[in-house]
T-cell receptor, first 112, second 113 residues
Framework: QKEVEQNSGPLSVPEGAIASLNCTYS??????FFWYRQYSGKSPELIMF????GDKEDGRFTAQLNKASQYVSLLIRDSQPSDSATYLC????????????FGKGTKLTVNP | ETGVTQTPRHLVMGMTNKKSLKCEQH?????MYWYKQSAKKPLELMFV???????ENNSVPSRFSPECPNSSHLFLHLHTLQPEDSALYLC????????????FGPGTRLTVT
């Protein structure tokens, strides 16, 4: 059973701080890695995807991938109260297939 | 309409009813998905369609019946559901062919009484 593990949190950070969200996955063949943000009562929204080892930056968000350690993270710089949400990590399950496996999500609270 | 739309947004049905959920994507994608999201559980993939062909059935009970008439439309037909089927049902789409960034619709909140 392919698995994606996330710390369920809640993770609480003050406004302006860096929030660090972590995810590990079990399938060494995985090639695509995604971060979704889900506000309470809403559907998941894709905010980052990464395919290669290293860092990928988009505005205040940085995704980091380490395939050797089977680890992917999301950093949110200058956290805002509007970043308060549940963050879902997703990984493709069959090396490039359309099937994604999701973690349970980490709930982030940014305190003003 | 843009993105992925779903109707209805909320549905209450009895265990003997038959209803259908509808999803439409306006992104020119080729793959469509049904997911179930229950409290305290990760998103569960139910079905995958790629160029209208079903490529994944994740051991879903037969009381859930998908239909994909074309690459833009996806239905989930429901009959004789159980209370434990109450959940948020999410539709998603992607370009397919290994380009698998998935974009979700707003979901249908289903309550089975």
């Amino acid at each position: 059973q392919k698995e994606v593990e996330q710390n369920s949190g809640p993770l609480s950070v003050p406004e302006g701080a860096i929030a660090s969200l972590n995810c590990t996955y079990s399938d060494r063949g995985s090639q695509s890695f995604f971060w979704y943000r889900q506000y309470s009562g809403k559907s998941p929204e894709l905010i980052m995807f990464i395919y290669s080892n290293g860092d990928k930056e988009d505005g205040r968000f940085t995704a980091q991938l380490n395939k050797a350690s089977q680890y992917v993270s999301l950093l949110i710089r200058d956290s805002q109260p509007s970043d308060s949400a549940t963050y879902l990590c997703a990984v493709d399950s069959q090396g490039g297939s359309e099937k994604l496996v999701f973690g349970k999500g980490t709930k982030l609270t940014v305190n003003p | 309409e843009t993105g992925v739309t779903q109707t209805p947004r909320h549905l209450v049905m009895g265990m003997t009813n038959k209803k259908s959920l509808k999803c439409e994507q306006h992104l020119g994608h080729n793959a469509m998905y049904w997911y179930k999201q229950s409290a305290k559980k990760p998103l569960e993939l139910m079905f995958v369609y790629n160029f209208k062909e079903q490529t994944e059935n994740n051991s879903v009970p037969s009381r859930f019946s998908p239909e994909c008439p074309n690459s833009s439309h996806l239905f989930l037909h429901l009959h004789t559901l159980q209370p434990e089927d109450s959940a948020l049902y999410l539709c998603a789409s992607s370009r397919g062919q290994g380009l698998n960034e998935q974009y979700f619709g707003p979901g249908t909140r289903l309550t089975v009484t």
